[in-house]
């Protein structure tokens, strides 16, 4: 526990957050999470692989899934040159790799669909991110566990080189269990958000992106309102989800993800300082605010 205050922010003390500790990367099997710890903190990471987490949780406690999957081969995708992985940590976490990256077999990806459904509340949404090879390959077998509303297209405005076209898009894939509409009807399916240049994480994502799926799915009646990131990498929908004063829930299996987690979270929460984000990601004077 990291505050003094139980009811704001916890992170799970079954965790241990030495990083340098490769066997510290997961917590024991039998980990469980009540109904009523489900909403007891503002936000709560746990350390714990993404299946054994969501077996974990109560059935139908979470109003809202929204998370951007570590896929297979994410790490070799992060590479330049020589092998240095891009961001602000210039290093190749553990065994060359910054993060354990899941293993999107078909089988796999069922499991993680067949226990977000389980946990989901009925009428809830869930945001699954995709890039264009995942989308091809898994997207369609969302469709055998909720009912796909949309494919909407995250546009990065800023875009790097490649060898072929370059990639300025990547997409999050909308869905719902039941028929809960989204809070408004004027929202569009192509967002402009920045994407963030040299971030600490390799992998991190704009607060508002994940501010726009919260806002686009909660609404003012929901007395109790949960998100859940079953990949939280550095904790931008934790952020996002305390901005929209919404209760938050995750894990993620590395050690170093909660580490940057932890301290982000616990800094946003006290100061309302994002540590890992300083500017937004949209220009207020020249965009208008689609969330």
């Given at each position: 526990?990291?505050?003094?205050?139980?009811?704001?922010?916890?992170?799970?003390?079954?965790?241990?957050?030495?990083?340098?500790?490769?066997?510290?990367?997961?917590?024991?099997?039998?980990?469980?999470?009540?109904?009523?710890?489900?909403?007891?903190?503002?936000?709560?990471?746990?350390?714990?692989?993404?299946?054994?987490?969501?077996?974990?949780?109560?059935?139908?406690?979470?109003?809202?899934?929204?998370?951007?999957?570590?896929?297979?081969?994410?790490?070799?995708?992060?590479?330049?040159?020589?092998?240095?992985?891009?961001?602000?940590?210039?290093?190749?976490?553990?065994?060359?790799?910054?993060?354990?990256?899941?293993?999107?077999?078909?089988?796999?990806?069922?499991?993680?669909?067949?226990?977000?459904?389980?946990?989901?509340?009925?009428?809830?949404?869930?945001?699954?991110?995709?890039?264009?090879?995942?989308?091809?390959?898994?997207?369609?077998?969302?469709?055998?566990?909720?009912?796909?509303?949309?494919?909407?297209?995250?546009?990065?405005?800023?875009?790097?080189?490649?060898?072929?076209?370059?990639?300025?898009?990547?997409?999050?894939?909308?869905?719902?269990?039941?028929?809960?509409?989204?809070?408004r009807r004027d929202i569009p399916d192509i967002w402009k958000i920045k994407r963030?240049?040299?971030?600490?994480?390799?992998?991190?994502?704009?607060?508002?992106?994940?501010?726009?799926?919260?806002?686009?799915?909660?609404?003012?009646?929901?007395?109790?309102?949960?998100?859940?990131?079953?990949?939280?990498?550095?904790?931008?929908?934790?952020?996002?989800?305390?901005?929209?004063?919404?209760?938050?829930?995750?894990?993620?299996?590395?050690?170093?993800?909660?580490?940057?987690?932890?301290?982000?979270?616990?800094?946003?929460?006290?100061?309302?300082?994002?540590?890992?984000?300083?500017?937004?990601?949209?220009?207020?004077?020249?965009?208008?605010?689609?969330?």
């Open positions: 526990m990291l505050l003094e205050d139980e009811s704001r922010v916890h992170i799970s003390e079954h965790a241990h957050f030495d990083i340098e500790d490769s066997d510290s990367r997961q917590m024991p099997l039998d980990i469980k999470i009540s109904a009523s710890e489900v909403t007891a903190s503002r936000a709560q990471v746990y350390q714990q692989d993404v299946i054994e987490f969501l077996s974990g949780l109560p059935s139908e406690s979470i109003d809202l899934i929204v998370t951007d999957p570590a896929y297979s081969g994410m790490n070799q995708h992060l590479k330049l040159g020589k092998g240095r992985i891009v961001g602000e940590y210039n290093q190749k976490g553990i065994d060359g790799k910054w993060f354990a990256e899941f293993h999107d077999t078909p089988e796999n990806y069922r499991l993680f669909l067949e226990q977000c459904f389980r946990v989901m509340k009925p009428d809830r949404h869930i945001f699954i991110m995709f890039d264009s090879y995942t989308m091809l390959t898994l997207g369609a077998v969302v469709r055998d566990y909720f009912n796909v509303k949309n494919i909407i297209t995250w546009d990065k405005v800023n875009i790097g080189m490649g060898h072929y076209f370059r990639r300025q898009t990547e997409f999050i894939l909308f869905a719902s269990k039941g028929k809960r509409p989204v809070s963030l240049h040299r971030a600490p994480y390799p992998t991190q994502k704009p607060v508002e992106l994940f501010e726009a799926m919260i806002a686009s799915s909660k609404s003012k009646d929901d007395a109790e309102f949960v998100v859940c990131d079953p990949f939280v990498g550095s904790g931008s929908a934790a952020v996002a989800a305390l901005r929209q004063g919404v209760s938050f829930i995750g894990c993620d299996i590395s050690a170093k993800s909660i580490e940057l987690c932890r301290d982000r979270i616990n800094i946003y929460d006290i100061e309302k300082v994002d540590i890992y984000q300083a500017k937004p990601a949209y220009n207020p004077e020249t965009q208008k605010k689609f969330w």
